[in-house]
T-cell receptor
Framework: GNSVTQMEGPVTLSEEAFLTINCTYT??????LFWYVQYPGEGLQLLLK?????DKGSNKGFEATYRKETTSFHLEKGSVQVSDSAVYFC??????????FGTGTSLTVIP | DAGVTQSPTHLIKTRGQHVTLRCSPI?????VSWYQQVLGQGPQFIFQ???????GRGNFPDRFSARQFPNYSSELNVNALLLGDSALYLC?????????????FGDGTRLSIL
């Protein structure tokens, strides 16, 4: 079956620290992979995506690389800001474009 | 352009009642999906509709049903509400059912069952 496992939170970092949020997946076939972000009081927003192995998605300083050999799609950012405080969800899209989400990782960045 | 819009924003019901949630996709989007997000968890897939036909169904009981209208808007219906149905219900749209297309989410309907 299809599933996504995300790093447990919450994560608290100081401003300008390096961020890694781990995500691994199980899928039949070759899924597309996504990171969504949910800011406080707002809906889910697409952060970045990758559709095939070795693709790197990037947006707003965040990056993630689709690693087929390790079935991973870890989210990274070199220097976080207070405005990055949110809940981050890793997701995969399987056949028929049905999405499967991880449980989410809450990030708090302190000044 | 307007994003995905959902109504109502909040809803309070009692056990055994029925509820209808509504969703309007982004203009031009023909696929609509519904998700249930329980507090502290990721969204769980309920239904997907494309061109007014059901194209996918998640592991939810038959009390949950949905439909898509000719203008591509959609309704999610839940019968015989249980306390465990309390959740945020999210609607998402995409251009087509095509593999790998990102889904664009509305802000959700918060359903509370008393």
């Amino acid at each position: 079956g299809n599933s996504v496992t995300q790093m447990e939170g919450p994560v608290t970092l100081s401003e300008e620290a390096f961020l890694t949020i781990n995500c691994t997946y199980t899928a039949t076939g070759y899924p597309s992979l996504f990171w969504y972000v949910q800011y406080p009081g707002e809906g889910l927003q697409l952060l970045l995506k990758a559709t095939k192995a070795d693709d790197k998605g990037s947006n707003k300083g965040f990056e993630a690389t689709y690693r087929k050999e390790t079935t991973s799609f870890h989210l990274e950012k070199g220097s976080v800001q207070v405005s990055d405080s949110a809940v981050y969800f890793c997701a995969l899209s399987a056949r028929g474009n049905q999405f499967y989400f991880g449980t989410g990782t809450s990030l708090t960045v302190i000044p | 352009d307007a994003g995905v819009t959902q109504s109502p924003t909040h809803l309070i019901k009692t056990r055994g009642q029925h509820v209808t949630l509504r969703c309007s996709p982004i203009s031009g989007h023909k696929s609509v999906s519904w998700y249930q997000q329980v507090l502290g968890q990721g969204p769980q897939f309920i239904f997907q509709y494309y061109e007014k036909e059901e194209r996918g169904r998640g592991n939810f009981p038959d009390r949950f049903s949905a439909r898509q209208f000719p203008n591509y808007s959609s309704e999610l219906n839940v019968n015989a509400l249980l306390l465990g149905d309390s959740a945020l219900y999210l609607c998402a749209s995409s251009l087509t059912q095509g593999f790998g297309q990102p889904q664009h989410f509305g802000d959700g309907t918060r359903l509370s069952i008393l």
